[in-house]
């Protein structure tokens, strides 16, 4: 990949981001409480604005599986460029990104995923966490 696309590929990665932030609910302390008054699980990433990993999840999966994810989680997001309030009970290795999948009181429903997945891995997710939660 050439230069000037890595560029254009990280900017609008970290435009993503900011618009995404805009929303308050995706911060996972506020998250873990809204989670807990509507009964939904956390579908929390931790991403980096310098990966590029991160920007490919987020346009490719996050972003058009949002809906999805709503409808099923509460959304919570971390970049750690931004902000290093990972809650201590996270077991967060430093890989990004990672997808975590919360009770609403935080704790592990399943080991974290770590890297980059698609639209059809979603799928599988909300499926086999349907099955074994009855969600």
């Given at each position: ?15 993503t ?7 308050e ?5 506020d ?7 509507v009964?939904?699980?956390?579908f ?8 590029s ?39 967060f ?6 997808t ?15 890297g ?13 966490l ?6």
């Amino acid at each position: 990949m050439n230069i000037f696309k890595k560029v254009f590929v990280i900017l609008i990665f970290c435009l993503t981001l900011s618009n995404i932030y805009a929303n308050e609910q995706f911060n996972i302390f506020d998250a873990k409480q809204i989670a807990k008054e509507v009964n939904k699980p956390i579908f929390y990433i931790v991403v980096s604005a310098k990966c590029s990993h991160c920007a490919h999840f987020v346009e490719n999966t996050i972003i058009p599986g949002f809906n999805k994810i709503q409808s099923n989680f509460v959304f919570a997001m971390t970049d750690i460029t931004k902000e290093n309030n990972i809650p201590k009970n996270i077991q967060f290795t430093g890989f990004t990104p990672t997808t975590y999948i919360l009770t609403p009181d935080g704790q592990m429903m399943a080991s974290p995923i770590k890297g980059d997945f698609n639209l059809q891995i979603l799928d599988v997710i909300i499926e086999k966490l349907n099955r074994a939660y009855g969600m």
